[in-house]
DNA sequence: AAAAACATTGACGTGGACGTTAGGGTTTTG
DNA sequence: CAAAACCCTAACGTCCACGTCAATGTTTTT
């Protein structure tokens, strides 16, 4: 398989394909005579993950740390230090993900809150006290606005 | 308060300020008699705003399309319009996030199961069958390793 | 064998979010 | 009233993940 059918098949440009042999993340398995890279089907599978690592918003650097070396053999079993040092990476992302998904779901509430008031015909309230439950100056449950 | 000290007081530098002005992200109040940028105590929430949604993954432009420009007046309440527009992005983005925590998460059980494997000393089954519920050739509940 | 399609290396371009330096002026401190 | 600390604008530099030529060589198709 030349560069441009594997390119074609992963959904990725030639230049990207060079780009990533280039940090070591992939090496053509052999040349052709004239100098043409060659694929065999595990380029594929390299490919997907690093693609997918790459959709989770990992540096291709520590994708590099995580898959290792494409010299270092693409093949699996993953040598059981890089595993532990993935898990740590992963768990790391995983939870910065999960912090920002609190923090979206909270603004999509604070949101929620303002297309409400301004439904209402409420202002915001500039002098209130955040210690009494409901707004002092009409019925509204939220002593920020009234 | 002069640059500095809002920069210091938010955590940034003073050539973020600098740029999120040139973006139109945030203005100063007014400039002294030499051409000093003062700014007063809103600046800091905007500038907090600003780093919140920064640290969601969303581009300047984004924010500024959230925000609304600084000269538009900085406070309370957005209008109408914008929040609605500001609850498609954080739909978009809270979709988008959930999606990848879900292959974090599915990344996170392939990568215990390859530790696993390496601790039972078995190694990958080139020719397995994915129909077959274990593996045939070891005990391993895995049909792929053995 | 000629043309079309595909590949090579090398090098410069891009965009976002600033960093850094240059060459000044201003405000505060001792 | 200096010196130090701070600020100004303008402009170029940086990093990442490639995009986009250019000039040339190789395979495939006709």
Redesign the pocket.
Known sequence: M????L?KACG?????L???EE?QLIC?TQ???????LYDASAQKRIAAILTL?DLN????DILEILGKASDGNSLPLKAQRIERSRTLLERQHQCLSEKLASLTALQADLSKRLTVLETQCTPCETHNPDAGACQTCEHQDTHWH
Chains 1, 2 share one sequence.
């Open positions: 030349t560069i441009g059918t390119a990725v440009t030639v230049r990207a060079r780009y990533y940090l053509a040349r052709s005579e004239g100098g043409y890279r790459q990992y540096s291709l650097d």
